[in-house]
């Protein structure tokens, strides 16, 4: 597929900054009170600023309420992390290295303070040889 074409717009770009934390947030947690997630933030915003945060993620389909914890409201993301992910993936390639892909990992590896271990790098390896042996049938 051509970058940019016949593609849905990823579900979580074009979030406003608290939307992104709020929603990072509810990723590293998988369910919270609005409360909760207040403690988790790293900037401290208003309770009522993170409330207000989630009403507007439930009307844009991306959180929604999982159940109560006491008298108040649990929140979890509607889309799972690694569709997230991979939407959001696809937007970073097709935005910033015009959908090719060996100029996004060339970036990434040339990245100065990347470390990477033996093993990593031997899962990284296992992935290609994988990718190759998919595009040539074998």
């Known amino acids: 597929m051509k970058p940019g074409r016949n593609r849905k717009r990823p579900p979580l770009v074009g979030l406003s900054g608290r939307e992104s934390q709020v929603m990072a947030a509810l990723y590293r947690l998988g369910t919270a009170t609005a409360a909760r997630l207040l403690e988790a933030m790293p900037e401290l915003p208003?309770?009522?600023a993170v409330r207000s945060t989630l009403r507007v993620l439930q009307e844009k389909g991306?959180?929604?309420v999982s159940g109560m914890h006491g008298t108040a409201k649990e929140y979890a993301p509607a889309v799972r992390r690694d569709?997230?992910?991979?939407?959001?993936a696809a937007h970073v390639?097709?935005?910033?290295f015009a959908?090719?892909?060996?100029?996004?990992v060339t970036s990434l590896l040339d990245e100065s303070s990347l470390e990477l271990s033996s093993k990593e790098l031997e899962r990284i390896e296992a992935m290609i040889v994988a990718a190759e042996r998919r595009n040539t049938g074998r």
């Not at 390639?93 to 910033?96: A, C, E, N, Q, V």
């Open 46 to 48: 208003s309770y009522s």
């Open 62 to 64: 991306l959180v929604t």
């Open 83 to 88: 569709r997230a992910a991979r939407s959001a």
């Open 93 to 96: 390639l097709d935005t910033f």
């Open 99 to 104: 959908g090719d892909v060996r100029r996004a």
